[in-house]
T-cell receptor
Framework: SQTIHQWPATLVQPVGSPLSLECTVE??????LYWYRQAAGRGLQLLFY??????ISSEVPQNLSASRPQDRQFILSSKKLLLSDSGFYLC??????????FGPGTRLLVL | RKEVEQDPGPFNVPEGATVAFNCTYS??????FFWYRQDCRKEPKLLMS???SGNEDGRFTAQLNRASQYISLLIRDSKLSDSATYLC?????????FGGGTRVLVKP
């Protein structure tokens, strides 16, 4: 069966510090991968999605970036965090563009 | 107008009662529809897909009305464990678009 991992589970970072969040998927090949952010009490905002290694589509211009160095690995990064980057970051996978399955998420607090 | 809109609630529901709520979508070309459930501080989890003819999964019934561009979720015999935020999700061709969620609180 397929599983999706995210780490860390929680993170507190100072403004201006770098960020690296990692997501890995097991049990499937060539999945579509997604990064979402959910601000407190808000809906999910799609940040990036990838249909293959090295292929990244950005949905919202911001100071975040994403990379897919391996088929089942998706990384979200920032060189300098802003206060507004605080939120719940969720990675998801799907086959083609159908049902998405989410990882447990990373709760980021930027101070 | 938002692409996918939901009443944020909360819907306060007595245990054992029935609750129903809708979600409207703007793109008439939308191809597939889902309901996800999200518990507080947890990731969303797929509750059920929504088929054109309507479908049922235990106490949960989902309906699609393409003419009026909305989907609905009905929960019968509500349990305390049904308390959660229910997210409406619409596939608009190249990505899923999530509604803001409807919060349901089931009380004894």
């Amino acid at each position: 069966s397929q599983t999706i991992h995210q780490w860390p589970a929680t993170l507190v970072q100072p403004v201006g510090s770098p960020l690296s969040l990692e997501c890995t998927v097991e049990g499937t090949s060539n999945p579509n991968l997604y990064w979402y952010r959910q601000a407190a009490g808000r809906g999910l905002q799609l940040l990036f999605y990838s249909v293959g290694i090295g292929q990244i589509s950005s949905e919202v211009p911001q100071n975040l970036s994403a990379s897919r160095p391996q088929d089942r690995q998706f990384i979200l990064s920032s060189k300098k965090l802003l206060l507004s980057d605080s939120g719940f970051y969720l990675c998801a996978w799907s086959v083609l563009q159908e049902t998405q399955y989410f990882g447990p998420g990373t709760r980021l607090l930027v101070l | 107008r938002k692409e996918v809109e939901q009443d944020p609630g909360p819907f306060n529901v007595p245990e054992g009662a029935t609750v129903a709520f809708n979600c409207t979508y703007s793109n008439s070309a939308s191809q597939s529809f889902f309901w996800y459930r999200q518990d507080c501080r947890k990731e969303p989890k797929l509750l059920m897909s929504v088929y054109s003819s309507g479908n049922e999964d235990g106490r949960f019934t989902a309906q699609l009305n393409r003419a009026s561009q909305y989907i609905s979720l009905l929960i019968r015999d509500s349990k305390l464990s049904d308390s959660a935020t229910y997210l409406c999700v619409v596939n608009m061709g190249n990505k899923l678009t999530f509604g803001g969620g409807t919060r349901v609180l089931v009380k004894p």
